[in-house]
Structure formats: structure tokens, C-alpha cells
């Protein structure tokens, strides 16, 4: 199966994909690529705009998971950083629901945005939530439950070890970060598991 995976950071729910699939993965920050690339030498690394390769590429692709920006969209940013933070509030960044309905409308395999539970009432209501996230897709995928550290309190020594990734050899601006922005391996699987079932 050829996978389209978008926003991929690290491959937080790539991780136990397997290598099976031939998997093409795009990735803004060309460090965080690069630390990908090292972790998934198979994958094709694309370094750019995620939202811009999406529609120029979609066609090329039997399964497409997207996981765009969800800091604008986080109930912890408006709630906390905004109202008692002094965070300067900012619009939700709508590719999200551009991407939602791009995939509807044009794609014929299967497809998931995965993103957090917003601060506000969905624009569209995704299909299920599964561990904090929001997930809109065009297959079923059925609950289910899984362990995971309390992130805020959580530093990369217990981030490394719940997601089995081992950064102390990269240079990365904001390592915590960029652990904390990856989907549980569990759920990525679980997904793509989902998505191979035949109906």
C-alpha cells in the first residue's frame, strides 16, 4: 500500500506501521525530517509544506494520514495561555477543515486528519476520539483505549521511553516538544489497522 503520511514530526504513529507499506512522509523543520529519515531509512523524506503536497500529490496515494498544526486549535493554549498566560490569541488555522474536506470530496482510498479536541464545537464532527485526539476519517475505526503519560508533567526522559525513541544524539531546538506533538505508536496502528481491514 503506498502511504501519504503529512506532518509526520518524528513518526510517532508510523512507528509500528512495519515496513510492508512504501511510505512517503513530508515534514516541514528539516531537522525533525532528518531525525525521521534515520529512524525510517525506507520512507521517501519529503522536506516542505505538508498542506501544498497534500493537494498537488494526493492522487499518488491509497492511504493519506494527516496530522496538521494543533497548537491554534488546543483548549490548554485558549483556555490557560490566553485567558491567564497573556498568550497573544491567534485565529484557529483552518487548513484543518480545508484538509477534511479536500479528502472527502477528492480522494478515493481511504483517509484520516487526525488533530486535538478544539477549544470550541468542531467545525465538522470528527468520527471518533481516541486517546485526547479527534480523528476525522472515511472508514471505521472502532474505540478503544490506551495508556498514556500525563504529558504536561512529563520531561524527555519519560517521553523517550513511553514512545521508544531515543533523541540524546540529535541536536533538536525543543526536544519536549516535539515528543509531545507525537501520536501514541498504539494509535497510529490501531489506525492503519483499521484502514487494511477489508469490509
Known amino acids: 500500500m503506498k502511504i501519504l503520511n503529512l506532518y509526520c514530526g518524528i513518526g510517532g504513529n508510523r ?55 494543533c497548537q491554534t486549535h488546543s483548549s490548554f493554549r485558549q483556555n490557560i495561555g490566553v485567558r491567564f498566560r497573556g498568550v497573544e490569541a491567534v485565529y484557529p488555522d483552518m487548513k484543518l477543515y480545508q484538509e ?18 478544539p477549544y470550541y464545537n468542531p ?12 480523528f476525522w476519517c472515511n472508514f471505521k475505526i472502532e474505540k478503544a483505549e490506551f495508556v498514556r503519560l500525563k504529558l504536561r508533567e512529563a520531561q524527555i526522559p519519560q517521553l523517550q521511553e513511553a514512545y521508544g525513541y531515543d533523541l540524546s544524539g540529535y541536536k533538536l531546538p525543543n526536544k519536549r516538544q516535539v515528543l509531545r506533538n ?18
Do not use: M
Not at 123 to 134: A, G, P, Q, T, Y
Open 15 to 69: 512507528k509500528l506501521w512495519g515496513d510492508e507499506h512504501q511510505v512517503t512522509a513530508v515534514e516541514l523543520d528539516p531537522n525533525i525530517a532528518a531525525v525521521y529519515q534515520d529512524l525510517f531509512p525506507k520512507d521517501k523524506v519529503i522536506i516542505g509544506d505538508a498542506h501544498e503536497y497534500l493537494k498537488e500529490h494526493f492522487n499518488e496515494f491509497d492511504f493519506i494520514w494527516a496530522s496538521p498544526p
Open 100 to 117: 477534511i474536506i479536500f479528502l472527502q470530496y477528492n480522494f478515493k482510498g481511504k483517509w484520516v486528519v487526525e488533530n486535538v479536541n
Open 123 to 134: 467545525l465538522i464532527e470528527s468520527n471518533v476520539e481516541l486517546d485526547r485526539h479527534k
Open 182 to 199: 507525537c501520536v501514541l505508536p498504539d494509535v497510529g496502528k490501531h489506525i492503519l489497522d483499521s484502514a487494511t481491514v477489508i469490509a
